[in-house]
């Protein structure tokens, strides 16, 4: 049995291609793996991930943010029953609501407990599984490319995006589900290299993951299945063999046991949010069926594109579509039908959720795969052309990356630390929140003291920053809404930042009953 | 092969870490302290005596006024960079939603302003009427300007509405931001 990565690389397969002669790296693979991961942390570093790490969530989409991320304090602070994930609005009963599979918000409140809250660990948690897909990425490619200079090339060309980047050192899970499901596909690979049962449950592991935490990242489980279709009608027949892919039932019995787990899960969300009254934190289809909405959503979504990827990699990506075409026959033809089916997934997964497009740049994360077996089958057709006709192919492509990815870097810096700065709040400024609960805390208020903050449009942001539960009243609420909410006898403390507008939505004598005030907040006791 | 993945992930941790962990951030230009003092040439604020602590403090209380000033001309090495101006010192009001601000201005000879950026002095204030210290910063980035700024113009402004906004120890510290 084969096994070890040398040998990976240095053994004939099907789908490295028929014509390479055995190639030895010119970095040993334990070099290779210390200088990729000192590149990429190096790379994180000029990007500035480093730097707003520590930050509090905060900036575009802070709502989706302190919602998943409550969801890990409440496990901190209240039960750490993985079963009843709960956020800090409390509409509904305990604050008990569905969410997507919360295993990284599980560990961020294992961190808490450890090491004491923390936001950042919730952060660094989803870095870290967004950096192991990326070593994935990075060990794939060297499977195909087998050098580490081009594969290192390939990586940053797939990461460099802002959204990327931006949603990696973060709160929404995205970036995890794509670093899992970069892990499946490596594992993927080398269970059809080494036909070994473990790499194929890693794949499945990895993938029925990404799928729990991303529903949309189980079309990595569809396009397997295309595969095993087309493997079937003999798509990837080569020489005497007579099937590409190994163990097809067994595949395809994984592949049903994981879709039937991720169902149950989201089945089980659904429930728990009907039961609790919670909204849950889930993706819902939203098509476009008329015109006028479409054209709104273009109006909206296209200030994302430069967001999404810089002009210096959509000229990369549109060569790399140019490539493949005119040496389609050379092109590996298992990358080539996982780009295909990807594709044409991407594009059902945009016509469902199109709406979403608009106001939501993290919705792109699920399509990245795509760019990635583009990217993929071009530099393994550069590279099996190289071998074919002259090393100075691959030097080119080289060349050409050093200079496409130098001017797509600094854009994608300038774009990432924007996206931090004061003025690029895209959403409500929450800082006064960030330093109050030490305030609260000392004044005796416990964080089972529940509070009513207005006027908050998100769910539970200030409530987050606070860390207390509560309700948040937005800028609609209507006077009975208010009433209906102050009037819980369980409601002892009103955080109002605008008391004028609040007084005339709900004329109140409040003013005998304030507390303290904190950097533009007012804190009154209700009872 | 997972240990060995394991121990290559740890090992490349710690140079990595040294690599890129130690560089100072920010390269402070300028600092300087600005305090009412004898001979204070006042704007529209009333220069006043802490009874307390017998320090002179600045205060403005009329909406669209302007009080104690910083001007800095760039040295010609640190235009086009990156600046981060930092403003520290003491305040005191008595209105929790304070419009109260502190305003950074960035301006060439030619074009006059090409950039304002504010202090929200609101965010300051932990209590009504006490002297509260305070740190905030903003940061300039000439790109966003559209021309390479000359002239810095750092002072304090109440735009409206009618409150005491009382300042004392107002330090200012410009730096450039590194590169990396």
Redesign the interface.
């Known amino acids: 049995m084969v096994?070890?990565?040398n040998s990976v690389a240095n053994t004939e397969s099907n789908f490295i291609g028929r014509w390479r002669p055995v190639i030895r790296h010119p970095l040993s693979p334990?070099v290779a793996?210390?200088v990729f991961?000192?590149a990429l942390?190096?790379y994180y570093?000029?990007i500035g991930i480093?730097?707003h790490l520590p930050e509090r969530p905060c900036s575009i989409h802070v709502s989706a943010q302190t919602q998943r991320a409550s969801i890990a304090q409440n496990y901190y602070r209240i039960d750490m029953n993985f079963f009843k994930p709960r956020i800090n609005n409390f509409t509904g009963e305990k604050g008990i609501t569905g969410s997507e599979f919360p295993i990284i918000y599980y560990l961020a409140a294992i961190s808490y407990k450890l090491f004491g809250f923390n936001d950042m660990y919730l952060k660094l948690i989803n870095l870290l599984v967004f950096s192991l897909g990326v070593f994935y990425l990075f060990r794939l490619s060297q499977l195909f490319v087998r050098n580490a200079v081009v594969s290192c090339l390939l990586v940053a060309a797939v990461i460099t995006s802002p959204v990327l980047l931006y949603y990696s050192a973060n709160v929404s899970p995205d970036t995890a589900a794509f670093g899992l499901v970069l892990s499946a596909w490596y594992f993927f690979f080398r269970f059809i290299h080494t036909h070994q049962k473990r790499q194929l449950y890693l794949f499945l592991i990895f993938a029925t993951l990404a799928a729990l935490i991303k529903v949309v990242s189980a079309m990595s489980f569809g396009v397997v299945l295309v595969l095993v279709v087309l493997d079937r009608f003999g798509l990837f027949k080569e020489g005497d063999k007579r099937y590409l892919l190994p163990r097809h039932l067994a595949l395809v019995l994984g592949i049903v046991v994981g879709s039937l787990l991720t169902v149950a899960w989201y089945y089980y969300c659904r429930v728990l949010s009907a039961f609790y009254g919670n909204p849950p934190s889930l993706m819902q289809t939203m098509m476009v069926s008329d015109i006028e909405t479409l054209k709104d959503v273009w109006q909206y979504a296209r200030n994302w594109v430069f967001d999404y990827y810089s002009y210096e990699t959509y000229v990369l990506l549109l060569c790399a579509i140019v490539v493949v075409f005119m040496f389609l026959r050379r092109a590996n033809r298992l990358l080539l039908a996982i780009t295909v089916t990807y594709l044409l997934g991407s594009l059902c997964y945009v016509y469902l959720f199109l709406f979403q497009f608009m106001h939501h740049d993290y919705y792109i994360i699920a399509v990245l795969p795509v760019v990635v077996f583009l990217l993929l089958t071009l530099f393994d057709l550069v590279t099996r052309l190289a071998l074919r006709y002259s090393q100075l192919i691959v030097a080119a492509l080289v060349l050409v990356m050093f200079f496409n990815l130098k001017e797509s870097v600094v854009k994608t810096r300038?774009i990432y630390v924007g996206r931090f700065?004061?003025?690029n709040y895209f959403a409500a400024d929450y800082?006064?929140y960030y330093d109050l609960r030490p305030?609260l805390r000392e004044r005796g208020i416990l964080w089972e003291d529940k509070f009513a903050v207005a006027f908050d449009n998100t769910l539970c942001s200030s409530l987050y920053f606070m860390d207390q539960a509560g309700f948040t009243i937005g800028d609609e609420a209507s006077p009975e809404t208010v009433k209906k909410i102050l009037d819980r006898p369980n409601i002892k403390y009103l955080v109002l930042s605008?008391?004028?507008r609040f007084n005339r939505l709900y004329p109140n004598h409040f003013e005998n009953n304030i507390l303290?005030?904190?950097?533009?907040l007012?804190i009154y006791k209700l009872r | 092969m997972f240990n060995r993945m394991l121990r290559s992930f740890l090992i490349s941790l710690i140079p990595a870490l040294a690599l890129t962990g130690c560089h100072d951030r920010y390269l402070s230009i300028y600092e300087t302290m600005l305090f009412p003092k004898i001979g204070y040439r006042s704007q529209d604020d009333t220069v006043m005596t802490d009874s307390l602590s017998g320090q002179l403090f600045s205060r403005l209380q009329r909406a669209g006024t302007y009080g104690i000033k910083l001007d800095y001309d760039l040295p010609q090495q640190h235009r086009g960079k990156p600046l981060v101006v930092v403003v520290q010192g003491v305040t005191r009001t008595n209105n929790a939603y304070s419009n109260a601000l502190i305003m950074v201005s960035a301006s060439t000879a030619k074009k006059g302003q090409v950039a304002s950026e504010r202090v929200t002095m609101r965010y300051q204030y932990t209590a009504m009427n006490q002297w509260c210290l305070f740190r905030d910063s903003v940061l300039l980035r000439p790109e966003y300007f559209g021309s390479i700024p000359e002239h810095l113009t750092i002072y304090t402004h109440l735009p409206q509405g009618n409150e005491l906004f009382d300042v004392k120890d107002l330090t200012v510290t410009i730096s450039e931001e590194q590169a990396w």
Request: charged letters at 25%.
């Open positions: 096994k070890g990565w334990f793996t210390v991961i000192i942390v190096a570093n000029y480093w730097t300038k700065e004061g003025k800082r006064p305030r605008d008391s004028a303290m005030y904190h950097r533009g007012i």
